[in-house]
Nanobody, 121 residues
């Protein structure tokens, strides 16, 4: 059973920084994508940043140049470094681990419980 445990959310002033962490139980291997999403009340969950098993990264336009996604394979952990935070970044952030099943084909999604980020003006 894959479990994702997030940490690092909290309250910060505008212009400040936070680093989110997502630890994945078990080994991360094969073809996968790990990402951070965020969801405001009443809105769809949106991709913030992702990193593939090959190391390719992708960012939402709203966070380019401010957020950086990275991973530590030895610790089975993915990080989201968030700099120059804005009040509009205030939302719940979710970690996602999307793994490709090389035997049956198709993708399986695993989600963390979410962590609140609040940026005060």
């Amino acid at each position: 059973q894959v479990q994702l445990v997030e940490s690092g959310g909290g309250l910060v002033q505008a212009g400040g920084s936070l680093r989110l962490s997502c630890a994945v139980s078990g080994s991360i291997f094969g073809i996968y994508v790990m990402g951070w999403y965020r969801q405001a009340p009443g809105k769809q969950r949106e991709l913030v940043a992702s990193i593939t098993s090959g190391g390719n990264t992708n960012y939402a336009d709203s966070v380019k140049g401010r957020f950086t996604i990275s991973r530590d394979n030895a610790k089975n952990t993915v990080y989201l470094q968030m700099n120059s935070l804005k009040p509009e970044d205030t939302v719940v952030y979710y970690c996602n681990y999307r793994k490709f099943n090389s035997v049956r084909g198709g993708w399986t999604d695993y989600w963390g419980q979410g962590t609140q980020v609040t940026v005060s003006s």
